[in-house]
Structures are given as C-alpha cells and as structure tokens.
C-alpha cells in the first residue's frame, strides 16, 4: 500500500497531537490534582432519603479545621437546604443525591458541575477563597418546572459563619 | 445546466434501477418532513429560550424540544442515511437489491416507528391525552414516557437493522457473481458503518426492550437510572458517527467528482472507515465524565480511546483537502491558495459540502475541549455543547445532506433542481446562519448558561459575561435561528419545485475513479469479520467492567427509585376519551413490544 509523504507527515502530527491531548489531561488529573467525580460516594436508597443517616437532615457539617462536609438533596424543583451557607477559606465536599429523577448541580461561573443520579450519590470537592454569593442551577431537565431549579451558595466571611442545617 | 446534462447522456441512477430509486426517493422525502418539522420547533426554542418572541407556556418548551431533538437526530439523520446508503450500494455494485419487496419493509417499519414516537411526543401538547413523552431525545429514566415512545424507537431500530441485512444481502449475492474483486469503496463504508451501527445499537436495544418498554407498560417496577443511563450513551456516541458517515462517504466519493478531480487514496479511506468501526463505541463513557457511580478509571480509558477517535477524522480533513486541491488543479488552478479560486463555487453541492467540511473543523475544535475530561467541567450541560453539535451533525452532516441532495436529486427522480441560484443561497444562508447561532451558544455556555432550559434567566444571581453582553448573545441566537429556519424553508420548497420539472433522461453523473485503487492496499482490510471480532472485543473490554460495577453496586434494578411519568397532572388527565385511548395504545404498544 503505498502512502504519499504528504499523508505520512499528516499522520505523525495527528498521533502527535493526540498523544499530547492525552498526555495533559492524565497530567492534570493525577498531577495537579483536578478532582475528578468517581463512584466514592457510594449509593442510597432513593425512596428512604428521610432515613438516611446523610441525608435525612440535609445540612452542612465541619468535619475539620476549614473542612466542611455538605449533604444536599436535589428534587423537583428546588434544592435542600438553600441557600447552602459555608465559610470563606474553607474546603468544601459536597453529596448530592435526588429522591425522584436525574438533576445537574452547577455552581454558576465555577468548575463545580456535576449530575446528580437518584439510588447514587455524587461527591465533590470545592474550594472557597472570597466570601461571596453564587448561582447553584440543575443543568439537566427534569420535568415541567425544571427552569424554575435554582438555589445558591453563600460564602460568608470565616467570623461571620454560624454552622446550621437551616432549610 | 440540463442541456450539459442531455449531450453527455448518461442513464441516471433511475433510469438504471427505478425500484431501487423509489426506495431512495421515499427515504430522502421522509427524511426532509422530519427537517421541516424539526426546524419549526428549533425557531420556536431559538425565540423561547431568548426570551425574543414566546407564546407557548415554558412547560411546553420540553415538549417542544424533545420533538426537536428526535425529529432532528433520529429521523431526519437516519432517514437520509438509508437513502445514501441504498443508493451507494446498488451503484457501487452496479446490481439491484435482492428483493425490493424486503426493502420496502424495512422503510416501512422505520416509518411507524417514527409515527409512533411522534405521535407520543405531540401528545404532550393536549393535556386531556394521557400521552405524552416529554423526556428529551435521551429519554433517561425515570422520567417515564408513554410506552408508544419506547415501542415506536424499538420498531425503528428494527427497521435499520433490516435495512443493514439488505445491504449485506445485496453484497453476498455481488460477491457470488465477482468472486475475486474487491468490495466497491462505497458498499464498503455502507458495510462498515452498518457493522458499527449493529454493536451500538445493543446498548439503546437493551435499555429500551429489556427495561424502559415493560417498565412503561407496568411490568417492571423500577429500573437502574445509571444502567439506563450508561447503556443510553453506549448508543450515544457511536450514533454521532452513524450520521457522520454518510456524510464522510460523500465528501470520500463524491466530493471529488464535483471539484473536477479525483479521490487521493481508496485503501486509505478503507483504513478510515475500519478506524471508526473499531473506535467508535468504547467512548461513550466520556458522555458521563461527571456521573455518580462511575469510577475515575474507566472515565481515563473512554477518554484515551476517543482521543484516538480523531485520527479518522484528521484523517479526513487531509484526504479531502487534497482531493479538492487535486480537482481545482485540474480545473487549471495554480499556486499556493490560488487553487482555492478554481474550485467550482457556484454549484451548491460544492460549495454546500465545502462550507460544512469548514464548519466541522471548527466543530472538531470545540469537540476537542469537550473531550478533555478537566476542560469538560466547566462546559458540561452548558449551551456551549448544542453550540458544538449544531457544528457537527447540525451543520457537517445537515448542510452537506443538503447540498449532496442537490446533486443527487435529479438522479433519483430524472428532474432537474427548480432553481440552482436558490440553492446557493440557501447553503451560504445555513452557514451565516449558524456562524451565529453555535457562536452565541459556545460563548454563552462559557459564562455557565444551561441547555435545556426555557427560560434561562434565575431569581437569584445573573449570568456575567466578561465579553460583550448576554442580552446581545440572546438576540444574536435568535437571529442565527431565525436565518437557518428561512434556509430550510428555501430548501425544501426548491426541493418540493423541483417535482414540477420537465422529466428527462440522462441526467445521470458517473464518479471519478480514486487516484490510488483498492488494489494498492492489503486485501485483509476487506476481511469484515475480522473487524467486527476486534470492534466487538473492544466493545466488551470498555464496557464490562463499568456495567458489572454499576450491577453490583445499585443493581439490575434499584427498587429505590420510582417512575415519574412526563404527564399533566394525572387527576384532570384521566377523562373518559383518554382512558379509552390509553387503553388502546398500551395494547398496542403490547403487541408491537412483542415482536423485539
Ligand atoms: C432550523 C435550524 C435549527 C435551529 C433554529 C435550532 C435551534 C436549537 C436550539 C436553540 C437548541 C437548544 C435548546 C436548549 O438546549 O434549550 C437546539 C437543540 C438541539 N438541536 Fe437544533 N436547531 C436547528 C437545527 C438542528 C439540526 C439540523 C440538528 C441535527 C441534525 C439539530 C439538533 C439538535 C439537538 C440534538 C438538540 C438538543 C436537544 C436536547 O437537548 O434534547 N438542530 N436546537
Ligand atoms: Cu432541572
Ligand atoms: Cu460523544
């Protein structure tokens, strides 16, 4: 089979390409540390959330020194609790879950985006720096009401905090 | 134009094989309503979403996009792809199908599917119907549709497995009459795409009949949203490359023929469609890179394969480029770019596929950042990905459908196109119009708008642009919908036209043969069921492990979760006409879920 020297050059800067592609992002995951959604938060059963000793009080919890651990439910059409109030300078893992059909869970003008599956539960990390308030939206449709889905994510100044599960 | 057509004489493809041309026709009309009526409702969500122009309750926007969103990718893709597909095998093999009565069964079965699903999706819209599958083209559970929705997609697949058989069955017999020849380059990406087609639809088959059918019908009490979930994108993907290939097999065989030259290399548009038979399955895990329940490690692995996933398509980009430049030097063009003014510009097939061709370069781009799994974070579920795949299937594999069909029309029904100018415009019409439309969208997306969504403006907190404003990214969408809806209205009215033309003979285009033949290359790349083997363990590697850990985890079934049917309130809904027809349409949709 004969390949012009055209093709064969194309070809090796393809593969290069793509090689470097992977190389990246294998870098950034393992490297750097970017977090990426796994399977760790485990699974629940959807129909018996109130039970449910991480979810039967959706909440935010401290865990350790600037370590915060949130539980929050997404459901048609609104999250719990809302808005979800952490401390500024602080790390932040959240589980989300849903009792009736797959929602999103996006932090508006961040990276923290993620789905949310009814029976398993989505954990992830996210830091706080500034105090400051965000957009927390469901990308994914999930019924009639589903652009009504909104909550939001207040970062208050670290002296300012007081811990509550307030819904 | 005609009279050009008339000296040179040559039978068209219907004048060589009427049956097979009435088969091709029936595809291609069908394929066109579904543009139509999806372009309808994608002005519709174009205006909604932007807040420009609305006059249906936001409810109804799902509604709306579901039908979009199948009409769109389900039947107008598919639709044209069996009509390119049964025209390339009868002419590459020069011999007619086995036996047209088969044929006219599988578009048959491909139709009710489509009326089916339709119809349940329309249902949506009367509230007194206890119809209605509002439950987006990727229908995850458990949102619950009407079972007409899953049996009419059942049916449909049925219907392109069949399809598939006939086009195998056509090659046998061929290949029983030339026991010693190579297969024709376009039976062979027929061959191979259908080969693809039958490993990814497994994935769609068992969540459908084995799950979401009995589960819809009251059967099964509860289905594994993940399970679903995952066997939906191991469809999911591979599909994208289904309506990619009809168009590659046109820009690989076509194409050249009209820039006036000739294909670069058959053996290595083989090594091409071999590549995309392999690859393109085990990736659809990099649609779920932020799912629950799936660990990291497989997410790497679908993410390494669909790197390698561009190499066909870089491929492509070269072989066509070349093949162009070779036809634009044949046409007496010369110097670095200066070829570029010698190809022919004012015939819309070629300029139809040669704008698509650059739009899927830009596409490939914003693919690329879709891909790597840290990047993805930030564009996930974001308008930014209806910004890409309006690039790709909405503009590289529509608009050159489009353009093709300007060339292949007159073929198929011995009628020249009503008005060649008309044409022109329209094709340039698409690009502008999308130039616009996928570029508010990828921009917006950027700034964390959703898909999906009617009325994407919240309580709570604005969206911040730090470029430009988002009230003029809303008016820029509009206008880019608004511009690609007036383009399918001048398309297919120039289409419709063209049935009132003087009928005529020899309107036939014979294809220039590749500048390399076949016979360069390895016989082993015409060995299918050696690929079919590789793809299949390929397939089993990728998904075995990610499917056992999701059974073992949540199981095959997760009692947990209940259906939430996609219906208006089921109190006001239940009265005596919808009870009769829910009534008969689930025994309908019991008699048709037993024939899977
Ligand atoms: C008349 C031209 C078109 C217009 C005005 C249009 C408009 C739109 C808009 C505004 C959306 C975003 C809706 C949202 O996420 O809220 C959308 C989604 C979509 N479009 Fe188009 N579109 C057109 C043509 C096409 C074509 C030709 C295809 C494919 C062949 C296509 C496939 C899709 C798909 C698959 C979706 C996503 C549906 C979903 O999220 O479930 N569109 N379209
Ligand atoms: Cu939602
Ligand atoms: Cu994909």
Redesign the interface.
């Known amino acids: 089979m004969n390949i012009h020297n055209y093709e064969k050059i194309w070809l090796m800067a393809a593969i290069l390409l793509i090689v470097g592609f992977i190389s990246t992002v294998t870098y950034g995951a393992t490297a750097v540390g970017v977090d990426m959604i796994s399977d760790d938060g485990g699974t629940v059963n959807a129909s018996a959330l109130d039970e449910d000793p991480r979810f039967s009080e959706p909440r935010v919890e401290q865990v350790g020194e600037n370590e915060y651990e949130a539980y929050v439910i997404a459901q048609q059409f609104i999250f719990r609790p809302d808005p979800i109030t952490v401390p500024a300078n602080s790390t932040v893992t959240f589980f989300v879950t849903s009792p009736d059909v797959i929602h999103g869970f996006e932090i508006v003008g961040t990276n923290a985006n993620a789905m949310v599956v009814p029976g398993q539960v989505t954990e992830l990390t996210v830091e706080f720096n500034e105090p400051g308030e965000y957009g927390l939206l469901c990308h994914e449709y999930c019924g009639a009401g589903h652009h009504t889905m909104e909550g939001s994510v207040v970062v208050q100044p670290q002296d300012e905090f007081t811990q509550g599960g307030d819904e | 134009m005609m009279s050009e057509a008339l000296e040179t004489g040559t039978p068209s493809f219907m004048d060589r094989f009427p049956q097979e041309a009435a088969v091709v026709r029936a595809s291609l009309i069908s394929s066109f309503i579904a543009l139509f009526l999806g372009a309808v409702f994608g002005l519709i969500q174009a205006l909604h979403r932007t807040d420009v122009f609305r006059f249906l309750d936001?409810?109804y926007?799902?509604t709306v996009?579901t039908a979009h969103g199948v009409l769109m990718v389900v039947s107008f893709t598919i639709f044209f792809l069996v009509g390119v597909f049964t025209w390339a095998t009868v002419r590459s093999l020069d011999r007619p199908l086995v036996d047209i009565r088969y044929t006219w069964a599988w578009y048959g079965l491909m139709a009710i599917g489509t009326l089916m699903a339709v119809v349940a999706i329309l249902g949506g819209f009367i509230p007194s119907t206890d119809i209605s599958a509002?439950v987006?083209f990727t229908f995850?559970a458990?949102?619950q549709a009407h079972p007409l929705f899953y049996g009419g997609l059942a049916i449909f697949i049925i219907g392109t497995w069949l399809a598939g058989a006939d086009y195998f069955r056509a090659w046998y017999a061929w290949k029983q009459e030339h026991p010693d020849e190579r297969i024709p380059l376009q039976t062979f990406m027929v061959l191979t795409t259908m080969l693809m087609w039958y490993i990814a639809t497994i994935g769609v088959a068992i969540a459908v009949v084995v799950f979401l059918l009995p589960w819809s019908l009251g059967l099964l009490d509860s289905v594994?949203?993940?399970l679903t979930?995952t066997l939906f994108w191991f469809w999911g993907h591979p599909v994208v490359y289904f309506w990619l290939m009809p168009a590659y097999l046109l820009w690989y065989t076509v194409l050249p023929s009209i820039s006036g030259g000739r294909l670069?290399?058959d053996?290595?548009a083989r090594v091409v469609f071999v590549l995309f038979l392999l690859l393109s399955t085990p990736v659809g895990i990099h649609h779920?890179?932020?799912?629950?329940?799936?660990?990291?490690g497989f997410?790497?692995i679908a993410?390494?394969n669909t790197?390698?996933l561009?190499?066909p398509s870089?491929?492509t980009a070269?072989t066509v480029v070349?093949s162009m430049e070779h036809g634009a030097r044949q046409r007496g063009g010369t110097g670095l770019f200066g070829w570029l003014r010698a190809l022919p510009w004012r015939n819309p097939a070629f300029t139809g596929m040669a704008l698509a061709g650059l739009m899927f370069a830009a596409g490939g781009f914003s693919g690329?950042v879709n891909?790597?799994?840290?990047i993805n974070?930030?564009v996930?579920?974001?308008i930014w990905v209806p910004g890409h795949f309006h690039l790709t299937v909405g503009t590289a594999v529509a608009l050159t459908f489009m353009a093709a069909t300007y060339w292949l029309w007159p073929q198929v029904t011995n009628k020249p196109i009503f008005s060649r100018p008309i044409a022109l415009a329209q094709v340039v019409l698409w690009f502008v119009g999308m130039a616009l439309m996928s570029n508010a969208m990828h921009v917006m997306g950027l700034?964390?708008v959703?898909?999906?969504?009617?009325?994407?403006q919240?309580?709570?907190?604005d969206?911040?642009a730090s470029f430009g404003s988002i009230t003029e990214l809303r008016m820029q969408l509009a206008l880019g919908g608004t511009l690609l809806f007036l383009s399918t209205i001048l398309f297919v009215s120039n289409i419709a036209l063209s049935t009132g033309s003087p009928r005529m003979s020899g309107l036939g285009k014979p294809l220039s043969e590749p500048l390399?033949p076949a016979a360069?290359?390895?016989k082993v790349l015409d060995n299918l069921t050696l690929w079919f083997g590789i793809a299949m363990v390929l397939v089993v590697l990728a998904y075995i492990l990610p499917l056992a850990?999701i059974i073992t985890?949540?199981g095959i079934v997760?009692p947990?979760?209940?259906p939430?049917p996609?219906l208006v309130d089921a109190a006001n809904g239940l009265g005596p006409i919808s009870a009769v027809t829910d009534a008969a349409s689930r025994v309908v949709a019991a008699v048709v879920g037993v024939v899977p």
């Open positions: 936001s409810q926007y799902y996009l509002d987006l995850y458990p949102m594994n949203p993940l979930r670069f290399s053996p290595l779920q890179y932020v799912d629950p329940g799936i660990a990291e997410k790497m993410m390494t790197m390698f561009l190499l870089l491929l070269f070349a690329m891909a790597g799994m840290n974070y930030l996930h579920n974001t700034f964390g959703p898909r999906r969504t009617a009325e994407p919240y309580q709570g907190f969206f911040v390399s360069d290359s390895p850990s985890d949540s997760d947990g979760v209940r939430v996609m």
